[in-house]
């Protein structure tokens, strides 16, 4: 009696680990259609020029402030970052 108690425990255990991966699952699925949708967006306005920058900031964020520095940094892009040299004779 024992043993067949245990193992409907763990069969019922197992049955509600199952279902609970599966709505988690269903959660990050929407989770990630919600992110892909705002990666979409900011890759528009990266594609935007530098002509329209302004007016397409503008209109999202309201009156840009008016010094034109912040918005040529916000525009311009970064400059890449130095590697460390790497030492001779070691192997990775």
């Known amino acids: 009696m024992t043993r067949q108690l245990l193992t409907g425990v763990l069969a019922g255990a197992c049955l509600a ?29 990266e594609g935007v020029t530098r002509d329209k920058a302004t007016a397409v900031l503008g209109a999202d964020w309201g009156l840009l402030p008016a010094d034109p520095t912040l918005l040529q940094r916000a525009v311009q892009p970064r400059p890449p970052q130095p590697q460390p040299p790497k030492a001779k004779g070691v192997q990775p």
């Open 17 to 45: 680990l199952g279902l609970w991966t599966a709505l988690v699952q269903a959660g990050n699925r929407d989770r990630g259609a919600r992110v892909n949708e705002q990666l979409e967006a900011c890759r528009m306005l």
